[in-house]
């Protein structure tokens, strides 16, 4: 096969896989797995890439055990994979780690001589209830959450159907790659808690070229098919905060307890009352307080999750300290005691000018039938624990880069009634594929 004739090939290879892209989406979202549970999901890609030639890690080989946060409990784990056999997961398909919580893979193609191209698709759901109302696709096709309580109402479930086609694509091509392809399947995105744990085990050491990419909704600053850049996502720190008082009864001998409830009601009124930061965006949150046993008894310990957010990761720094700072001093003040566990973490992102312009050109050039958005490095929204992915690489001298592809959305994301246009599939494989492939060519 010529160069030239590569860019119409993985068009034409991406848009015959569209059917079967569709059928592994919908494969995942029908069985959607929360942080370091992704079990089913990732024997699904390990078996797909090892089909095609790939060498896979799997287990404790993707992820440091030590750098891992946000881990479910030993028996959320275990009850979770009894699920997934219930499901119809093969046992043999599951590796011994892998039962154990340790999920995500790694793909990696080598190919000769040349740099390493490094390409990330997250994998893990939500927990929430989806949307059971017969005009919302997933319910009316089949395809809806079989599992109570999660669903992927953010497109990763699209993601790794979108690294599988990359994979197939870029195995079909690889007597025309000069150099490594390194695709990183990543469990734990939601909450922020799966990128370090990838980063601290060496992943990210020798890639030369990252890329990373989010389905999104058509909006005014994305209005073509490709945002081939991003930056600006807020960095950001998560805490699962737990005070211990002393119980006492609350009418008889009050003076004998130490109110834990107090001490979280204390930190909460002041998180939210921390100045906010000069140098740009910050943030602060408590999602959930839980305490207390009955109205008669000084309650002994309560439970509080919380995040701050900032605009750059010294801003972010900055909110964290501040909120370790108070959640301590009110403690203090009710005479309990406080731990903070840290739950998630994402740092300040930005793309490489040079990269998107390079990618850019590749869109033009090689699939013109895609648009570009007019504005080619959109400013992020939220935070994305890719961030320290990218800050990996390009700390070590390499480019990274944060695409998205457009695509209508039949409901927002992290909504119960989230969906979106599966033809974004193909396109993303497009666009992934040519882009790797003009790097390795």
């Known amino acids: ?35 370091w549970l992704e079990m089913r999901t990732s024997a699904m890609i390990a078996k797909e890439l090892r089909a095609l030639g790939y060498e896979v890690l799997t287990g404790r080989a993707v992820c440091k055990e030590a750098a891992r946060m946000g881990v479910p409990s030993p028996q959320e784990t275990q009850a979770h994979l009894q699920r997934a056999l219930a499901f119809g997961l093969p046992e043999e398909e599951l590796t011994p780690d892998m039962r154990e919580g340790f ?32 005009d919302h696709k997933p319910a009316r096709e089949g395809f809806a959450s079989a599992i109570p309580g999660k669903m992927h109402a953010c497109g990763h479930d699209g993601h790794a159907a979108i690294g599988l086609g990359v994979a197939k694509v870029l195995a079909a091509i690889r007597e025309h790659l000069h150099g490594t392809v390194k695709l990183l399947f990543q469990p734990g995105e939601e909450g922020a808690r799966g990128a370090r744990a990838m980063v601290a085990a060496g992943h990210l050491d020798d890639v030369s070229v990252f ?32 005070f ?51 109205r008669n008894v000084i309650p002994d310990r309560a439970v509080m999750e919380l995040e701050v957010r900032g605009e750059t990761t010294d801003i972010n720094v ?50 013109p039938d895609l648009t570009l958005s007019s504005i080619q490095n959109a400013q992020n929204w939220g935070s994305e624990d890719i961030s320290i ?52 060519k």
Request: charged content about 20%; overall charge negative; hydrophobic content about 40%.
């Open 1 to 35: 096969m010529e160069n030239h004739i590569i860019p119409s090939y993985i068009s034409q290879t991406a848009s015959e896989l569209e059917p079967w892209l569709i059928h592994i989406r919908r494969e995942i979202h029908r069985f959607p797995e929360t942080g």
């Open 103 to 134: 999920t995500g893979v790694i793909g990696i193609l080598r190919c000769g001589s040349g740099p390493t191209v490094g390409l990330r698709f997250d994998i893990d759901a939500l927990g929430m209830q989806e949307c059971a109302d017969a």
């Open 211 to 242: 890329i990373g990419s989010h389905i999104a909704p058509t909006g005014s600053l994305d209005d073509g098919d490709v945002t081939p850049g991003t930056y600006g996502s807020l960095a950001t720190t998560k805490y699962d905060v737990i």
């Open 244 to 294: 211990s008082g002393k119980a006492a009864h609350a009418g008889g001998h009050p003076e004998n307890g130490s109110n834990a409830l107090i001490a979280a009601c204390t930190a909460a009124l002041n998180l939210h009352a921390i100045p906010r930061h000069s140098g740009g965006q910050s943030r602060v949150n408590v999602g959930t307080l839980r305490a207390g046993t009955g």
């Open 318 to 367: 900055f909110m964290a300290r501040s909120a370790v700072a108070v959640c301590e001093g009110a403690a203090n003040m009710q005479g309990c005691t406080v731990e903070m566990i840290k739950m998630g973490e994402a740092e300040g992102q930005h793309s490489d000018l040079s990269l998107i312009e390079r990618i850019a050109g590749v869109v033009k050039r090689d699939l």
């Open 389 to 440: 992915m990218m800050n990996r690489v390009q700390a070590r001298g390499g480019l990274a880069t944060y695409m998205r592809v457009m695509t209508p959305m039949a409901g927002a994301q992290h909504t119960v009634r989230f969906d979106f246009d599966e033809q974004v599939l193909s396109r993303s494989v497009r666009v992934f594929c040519a882009a790797a492939a003009d790097i390795l």
